[in-house]
């Protein structure tokens, strides 16, 4: 126990991750909330029937990385729990198994108790992780394409967004409102995952997208997804105070042509812009009510 203890001190920080989880949750109960298809007697059920899927769904995404990056990190991260055989590879496999069991039987639970369409898009979620794990069956080929094999792990964001509406209600249907959000949370969190990457002492063998395609081009990439989610933010009129954030994470993200040593503070002003973007619907709910 007190080496997983460890492992979750280092690499799944509790508390980061339920900020993230209950932002998600909460966005989607408020969603529903707006196009009335909430059942009022549910709200606090639903939300901790979110956060908790949320959670699980992180905490698998951090082990498969994990157990991905395994023979990356030996070279250039083997301070990591799994290089320092703090956890081994084995009961991390295992582990990863009986979590996928968990998810399973987590969406048909929804599915009975709370919301028949909430617990199919938590079942599409853990069935589409798991083709991640397995790399698609198509490992070697994706790797030759590093960005559109960054783009088939990113997109599980969007069910993963509908799943938070979705457990409200089992009349959910895909509203522009809904959509919009998931589009700005997938277009944020593609471009943190991008901004995150940017050291130019990076060693080789991790193939960021500095590496692989330069700094301009790194740029032009940033700025598509960052566009991406001002688009999904207008959609729900959450434009007014996000458009800054992604304005100037762009900015940001600019400096490091003339100072690539700069790479921390793109990397800040990326992880400010995905939490605004996460709880963008409480933030647009707050504003509203102090305008």
């Known amino acids: 126990m007190a080496r997983w203890t460890l492992y979750l001190k280092e690499r799944f920080p509790i508390g980061t991750y339920l900020f993230l989880s209950l932002g998600l949750a909460l966005s989607g109960l408020l969603l529903s909330l707006d196009l009335n298809l909430n059942r009022e007697d549910r709200y606090w059920q639903g939300l901790v029937v979110s956060t908790l899927g949320l959670m699980v769904f992180f905490g698998e995404l951090r082990l498969m990385d994990e157990l991905k990056d395994y023979s990356k990190d030996l070279v250039a991260h083997p301070s990591r729990p799994l290089p320092r055989g703090i956890l081994k590879i084995t009961e991390v496999r295992r582990t ?156 940001s993200m600019m400096t490091i042509l003339k100072w690539p040593n700069r790479f921390k503070v793109v990397e800040f002003s990326a992880t400010l812009c995905l939490a605004f973007h996460i709880w963008s619907v409480p933030l647009k709910h707050l504003v509203r009510k102090f305008i």
């Open 96 to 251: 990863i198994l009986i979590v996928f069991f968990f998810m399973i039987v987590f969406a048909i639970f929804v599915s009975l108790f709370q919301s028949l369409l909430a617990g199919l898009f938590y079942l599409v979620v853990t069935l589409y992780l798991w083709l991640m794990y397995k790399e698609f069956y198509s490992g070697k080929w994706l790797s030759d394409f590093p960005l559109f094999y960054a783009f088939t792990h990113q997109i599980i964001l969007i069910p993963i967004c509908l799943f938070v509406v979705a457990v409200q209600t089992s009349s959910f249907f895909l509203e522009g409102k809904s959509i919009g959000y998931s589009m700005t949370v997938l277009g944020a969190f593609f471009g943190y995952e991008v901004c995150r990457k940017l050291d130019p002492q990076a060693n080789p063998i991790l193939k960021t997208y500095l590496s692989i395609y330069g700094p301009s081009n790194t740029g032009s990439l940033v700025f598509a997804l960052l566009t991406f989610a001002a688009w999904g933010a207008y959609r729900f009129q959450a434009h007014l105070f996000l458009w800054p954030v992604e304005l100037l994470t762009w900015i």
